[in-house]
């Protein structure tokens, strides 16, 4: 029976407890499990490998993904680092040049020096993607929208341009969520997702996904999970599960204060310019249009004068937005790239792509819309 997306993200890969009819998956705080002979157990030995309050949270992320296969690991860059570790010396990746700083540190400090090359690229330009593209080449990592520029990527014509390569497209989909966009849909073969964010939603756990179809790169990386062992635990999965209960509702909050804020900070004098794919302005707002359902709430803009002095005094007089890294959580959160989120990325490098000293990120929460243009309005005053 076909299901809409609210009704997957209340029933997704749960079912009642057997032993007590509970509704909500228990939490099973446990290392190891009794055998009744050698090799002969109820398909759990040990919970590095794997735990019954994970597997339930795996089962539904892949349901929510429109999966086969989902793993949860210890964080977002924990999930990156099992799938790149598929990867051997003299492997190429393609990347777009607007990404997380995380990711952008794991990528050039960590993995650079286990000789894979990292190329990053502007992805909108196809041209650039295929001039990228050699016999080395065995992934493409996609955001999109991107962190923080909101850049878009065609994630079907990323998909059909390396089609019969051998090469994997991984797309990190953290700020659209499966509520959004659904990027195996459009042709990519792996999903990665920062569950501390939207997915669990309130700021209260670490945790990082992954998604995907084929069953040969899904033993590759159990294998990997289970060697290195940057599992999700037993709580945190709890808290994910719970979470992702009402994703349908939170996104739907977060793109209706996104599109209020935007409108406010479109027509504000001191704002140079903002960055939201709902915006009709946006060089990737049709390809946005085509692959995601609704636009999201997070935003970037660049203050007037576009300097650091500014972008700190405004980030620290706002009163309801709070101060702080991260994103997605039922608060709306207020941050600077350049000195906090994307602070690893070399100056240079991240100017490149438009992460100026006054860029300003928002995540909208689920706060009164009002209540949110009005902090914002106050700081504005303050300047």
Request: charged share 20%; net charge negative; aromatic share 6%.
């Amino acid at each position: 029976m076909a299901k809409g997306k609210g009704t997957r993200a209340v029933h997704a890969g749960v079912k009642p407890c057997e032993a007590t009819g509970a509704i909500m998956t228990p939490i099973y705080q446990t290392s190891t499990y009794v055998q009744e002979g050698v090799g002969n157990h109820k398909g759990y030995e040990y919970s590095r490998t794997l735990n019954p309050t994970r597997h339930a949270l795996e089962n539904a992320l892949a349901e929510l993904e429109g999966a086969k296969h989902g793993l949860a690991f210890g964080s977002g860059l924990a999930a990156m680092d099992n799938l790149i570790k598929i990867l051997k010396p003299g492997d190429e990746v393609i990347s777009t040049d607007d990404l997380y700083g995380g990711s952008y540190r794991l990528f050039t400090t960590v993995f650079e020096n286990y000789g894979i090359k990292f190329n990053f690229i502007d992805l909108s330009d196809m041209d650039a993607l295929k001039s990228a593209v050699n016999q080395n080449t065995r992934m493409v990592w996609i955001e999109t929208p991107t962190n923080p520029m909101m850049k878009i990527t065609d994630i079907k014509a990323i998909s059909e341009a390396v089609s019969g390569n051998d090469v994997l497209v991984c797309v990190d989909n953290t700020f659209a969520t499966p509520m959004l966009q659904l990027p195996l849909a459009q042709g990519a073969d792996v999903v990665m997702h920062s569950a501390t964010k939207y997915l669990g939603g309130h700021s209260d756990v670490v945790m990082g996904c992954l998604m995907l179809n084929d069953d040969d790169l899904d033993l590759k990386l159990r294998t990997l999970q289970n060697s290195c062992g940057a599992i999700a635990g037993p709580m945190d999965s709890f808290l994910v599960l719970r979470g992702i209960k009402t994703l349908h509702l939170r996104m739907q909050r977060h793109c209706e204060n996104g599109k209020a804020v935007v409108e406010f900070l479109n027509s504000h004098p001191k704002v140079e310019r903002v960055y939201w794919p709902g915006l009709e302005s946006h060089p990737g707002h049709d390809v946005a249009k085509r692959q995601m359902s609704d636009f999201g709430g997070m935003i970037s803009f660049t203050i007037a004068g576009d300097n650091i002095e500014t972008a700190h005094k405004f980030v620290e007089a706002v009163e309801i937005f709070t101060l702080a890294e991260s994103l997605g959580g039922v608060e709306s959160l207020i941050g600077h790239p350049a000195t906090m989120t994307h602070a690893s990325i070399p100056k240079e490098v991240r100017e490149k792509v438009g992460v100026t000293d006054g860029l300003i990120r928002l995540s909208l929460g689920v706060e009164d819309s009002e209540d949110l243009i009005a902090d914002l309005s106050r700081a504005f005053d303050k300047l």
